[in-house]
């Protein structure tokens, strides 16, 4: 039995490890996370997925669009990883995220019209490079309660012949792409919602396949630690502490440390649905105020368990889930035993 600072614990009663909570990662994933100035976009799939012929990003309400920055600023960075058919090798991708005029794309065929952006993915791959644009507008209509914004990029088929007109470059076939923008979305104070809809190719055709389309979500914000107390006896001077983690209204498992009189002394674990409690005894003599507080960091994790409920677009389903990390504080509280 420990006694540091004369308390003892009795129990852990969440003993829920530290996995990763939900399921496994399910094949294509989005992952976002931000900053005051910065927002980093991470999309994934693996190698036996089809390649993506056009994902659709939904920037949720709250943030702020600045899409003033003029052709040629170098708004930030890009990289990523691509499995090269013609090579049968793995290769990285990285580069800049450039804005250019969205004069000049005006008839691509991925997203034809005029735009309010559009920034290029500059990316050098296998000594070529290859300018994938990023096509930005505001929603309108239905498409509003998706998001106030959207995100738009298309992909070259790679399993078609070589010298097929659109073919990717090496029939590249994308694993993993992230790119970070700054000073161009401004985050909201509270917790948001990113959605992305994910259109695959038909295999060996290189025409979308619209019933293949799929949703992936990140939820990213503040997170949450909530602590009370319970004497449980004043005779043996035993006092049990509990609370629950969450962040974007989802539960989270993770490790919580509980604080006495402002130094980390013991730690316990939320369970799945977000709560923890552990038991603590004042083994002195004396009759004493003793300050609790709670403090929990997590890190990002999968969440398809909880966050993919409820598809937003039936039939099209959700297939992963993920949440940004975060560090939370509770209230402290105050004991006298």
Same mark, same amino acid.
């Given at each position: 039995?420990?006694?540091?600072?004369?308390?003892?614990?009795?129990?852990?009663?969440?003993?829920?490890?530290?996995?990763?909570?939900?399921?496994?990662?399910?094949?294509?994933?989005?992952?976002?996370?931000?900053?005051?100035?910065?927002?980093?976009?991470?999309?994934?799939?693996?190698?036996?997925?089809?390649?993506?012929?056009?994902?659709?990003?939904?920037?949720?309400?709250?943030?702020?669009?600045?899409?003033?920055?003029?052709?040629?600023?170098?708004?930030?960075?890009?990289?990523?990883?691509?499995?090269?058919?013609?090579? @049968?090798?793995?290769?990285?991708?990285?580069?800049?995220?450039?804005?250019?005029?969205?004069? @000049? /794309?005006?008839?691509?065929?991925?997203?034809?019209?005029? /735009?309010?952006?559009?920034?290029?993915?500059?990316?050098?791959?296998?000594?070529?490079?290859?300018?994938?644009?990023?096509?930005?507008?505001?929603?309108?209509?239905?498409?509003?309660?998706?998001?106030?914004?959207?995100?738009?990029?298309?992909?070259?088929?790679?399993?078609?012949?070589?010298?097929?007109?659109?073919?990717?470059? @090496?029939?590249?076939?994308?694993?993993?792409?992230?790119?970070?923008?700054?000073?161009?979305?401004?985050?909201?104070?509270?917790?948001?919602?990113?959605?992305?809809?994910?259109?695959?190719?038909?295999?060996?055709?290189?025409?979308?396949?619209?019933?293949?389309?799929?949703?992936?979500?990140?939820?990213?914000?503040?997170?949450?630690?909530?602590?009370?107390?319970?004497?449980?006896?004043?005779?043996?001077?035993?006092?049990?502490?509990?609370?629950?983690?969450?962040?974007?209204?989802?539960?989270?498992?993770?490790?919580?440390?509980?604080?006495?009189?402002?130094?980390?002394?013991?730690?316990?674990?939320?369970?799945? @649905?977000?709560?923890?409690?552990?038991?603590?005894?004042?083994?002195?003599?004396?009759?004493?105020?003793?300050?609790?507080?709670?403090?929990?960091?997590?890190?990002?994790?999968?969440?398809?368990?909880?966050?993919?409920?409820?598809?937003?677009?039936?039939?099209?389903?959700?297939?992963?889930?993920?949440?940004?990390?975060?560090?939370?504080?509770?209230?402290?509280?105050?004991?006298?035993?």
């Amino acid at each position: 039995m420990r006694s540091i600072c004369k308390l003892a614990v009795l129990a852990l009663v969440s003993t829920a490890a530290l996995a990763l909570a939900g399921n496994a990662f399910a094949t294509q994933k989005l992952e976002v996370s931000q900053t005051s100035g910065s927002v980093t976009i991470k999309l994934s799939q693996a190698q036996t997925d089809a390649q993506p012929a056009r994902i659709t990003i939904y920037v949720p309400a709250g943030y702020q669009l600045n899409t003033s920055q003029t052709a040629g600023t170098v708004i930030g960075k890009t990289s990523g990883q691509v499995f090269a058919r013609d090579l @049968n090798i793995p290769l990285p991708l990285e580069g800049d995220v450039v804005v250019d005029s969205p004069s @000049n /794309h005006l008839a691509d065929p991925c997203s034809p019209g005029a /735009h309010q952006a559009v920034w290029i993915l500059k990316l050098s791959v296998a000594g070529q490079t290859i300018q994938l644009p990023v096509y930005v507008d505001p929603t309108a209509g239905a498409e509003g309660a998706l998001g106030s914004a959207k995100l738009v990029v298309c992909l070259g088929p790679s399993d078609v012949p070589s010298g097929t007109p659109g073919r990717s470059p @090496n029939g590249a076939q994308l694993l993993d792409a992230t790119f970070t923008v700054n000073g161009v979305l401004t985050p909201p104070a509270g917790a948001t919602r990113w959605m992305a809809f994910t259109t695959p190719y038909s295999a060996g055709n290189g025409r979308p396949n619209a019933a293949g389309t799929v949703e992936t979500r990140s939820f990213v914000g503040p997170g949450a630690v909530t602590l009370s107390s319970k004497i449980v006896s004043k005779k043996t001077k035993l006092v049990r502490l509990s609370g629950t983690v969450s962040q974007s209204g989802l539960d989270v498992a993770a490790k919580v440390r509980i604080f006495v009189n402002n130094k980390a002394r013991f730690s316990t674990s939320s369970k799945a @649905n977000g709560e923890y409690a552990i038991s603590l005894k004042n083994t002195s003599k004396k009759v004493r105020t003793t300050v609790f507080q709670a403090r929990v960091t997590a890190a990002a994790r999968d969440i398809t368990a909880s966050g993919c409920t409820n598809p937003t677009q039936a039939p099209i389903p959700c297939v992963s889930a993920t949440a940004g990390g975060f560090s939370a504080v509770s209230r402290k509280v105050k004991v006298r035993l």
